[in-house]
């Protein structure tokens, strides 16, 4: 007999306030499909633009100050009561984000019996492809499993082998600026506003099509040729810094150069990303790369490893363009795998933030 589990979901890791509502539908024990019901977002970016980035403290501010309408939104059309599990990010992220929405949970299950999920957040970003793919666990676990898995964003650049839904290995991961973050830099250097990717990824596709050419730029691919998974882009955002200090400012102004200078950016990081992602899948004898994290929507980067993949006969996974960035189904899919798994708690009030926090490994 299938049931049918709704799970409220919370995400208020940094500048995106969501809340959503997701169905899973559960034959005996088992996962068949999940359905999203609600996905509602307030996005902070365009006050975050001056500041070129993510400034903590204003992020807090309008999560308390949207939270509420967002929940207002995304349960409009729900009978609330019909909610069997609630789920929040716990981490990693902005400390003062995250305990926003916790503080929140905590006092919308006051006195309810409800129990709550402390979700991890980069490991959601690589489960919302379950949002992409509707597909059972049994038939998950066949077909892609064992995996290497990609999560890539403005604060994480992390890569592991994915046993099992749960269990994982870390592989590597950046050891400065995360690939979003990189985008995010150097549009800054280049004048270009924020979130960087969008903005470069559009200017590097305007030098794509343009038919005369009259300016080269090479930029390093950090770290691409190292044996270990381990990434670096602090580097290749200083080779920005300097190169861009050299350039008159006529040419540093005018648009051919922003969109060459844009074109090698992306270039770079997709290529260190595709590269060391490969080797692993290779190396680990994986069946499939997943991927997830808001970098996992730009264009470059999926059609680089959609032709990688196809060549070396290896499935991929990727979420839909609308579940890349953050967003509370995500948070949702992965509370119902943590649920499974006994890592909710009864009493709200033993929710807690770790804004470093890690996959937890395992070694099966």
């Not at 995304?74 to 789920?87: E, G, Q, R």
């Amino acid at each position: 007999m299938t049931k049918k589990i709704h799970i409220l979901a919370i995400e208020t890791s940094c500048d995106d306030t969501a809340v959503g509502i997701i169905q899973a539908r559960v034959f005996g024990q088992k996962l068949k499909e999940f359905k999203v019901v609600s996905n509602e977002i307030s996005s902070q970016a365009d006050l975050h633009a001056g500041y070129g980035g993510v400034y903590p403290a204003l992020a807090k501010r309008e999560h308390k100050k949207n939270l509420p309408l967002v929940f207002k939104a995304a349960t409009k059309d729900f009978d609330i009561k019909k909610i069997d599990l609630v789920a929040v990010t716990a981490g990693p992220g902005l400390d003062p984000c995250l305990w926003t929405g916790i503080n929140f949970v905590q006092e919308m299950l006051s006195g309810n019996k409800l129990p709550a999920v402390p979700v991890n957040h980069v490991e959601a970003h690589i489960l919302a492809n379950f949002l992409t793919k509707k597909i059972g666990e049994d038939a998950f676990r066949k077909t892609y499993l064992p995996a290497v898995a990609l999560a890539v964003s403005g604060g994480h650049t992390v890569l592991f082998k994915m046993n099992d839904i749960g269990k994982y290995k870390l592989l590597g991961q950046t050891r400065d600026d995360a690939a979003g973050e990189c985008f995010d830099k150097t549009a800054r250097i280049l004048g270009l506003g924020y979130p960087g990717g969008p903005l470069i990824s559009a200017l590097a596709k305007q030098w794509s099509k343009r038919k005369k050419k009259t300016i080269k730029v090479s930029m390093p691919r950090p770290m691409l040729n190292q044996k270990n998974y381990d990434f670096s882009f602090s580097g290749l955002k200083t080779a920005v810094l300097y190169y861009h200090k050299k350039q008159k400012p006529a040419l540093a102004a005018s648009k051919e150069y922003l969109e060459a200078m844009s074109f090698e950016i992306q270039q770079a990081i997709v290529d260190v990303l595709v590269a060391k992602t490969m080797k692993a899948a290779s190396n680990l004898k994986a069946k499939s790369i997943i991927i997830g994290g808001g970098v996992s929507a730009n264009e470059l980067l999926r059609k680089t490893l959609k032709t990688v993949a196809k060549k070396q006969k290896l499935k991929l996974l990727m979420p839909k363009v609308d579940y890349c960035a953050d967003n509370a189904s995500m948070i949702g899919v992965a509370a119902y795998f943590a649920n499974k798994r006994g890592e909710a708690v009864m009493d709200p009030q033993d929710l807690r933030s770790d804004s470093n926090l890690m996959i937890q490994e395992s070694d099966n």
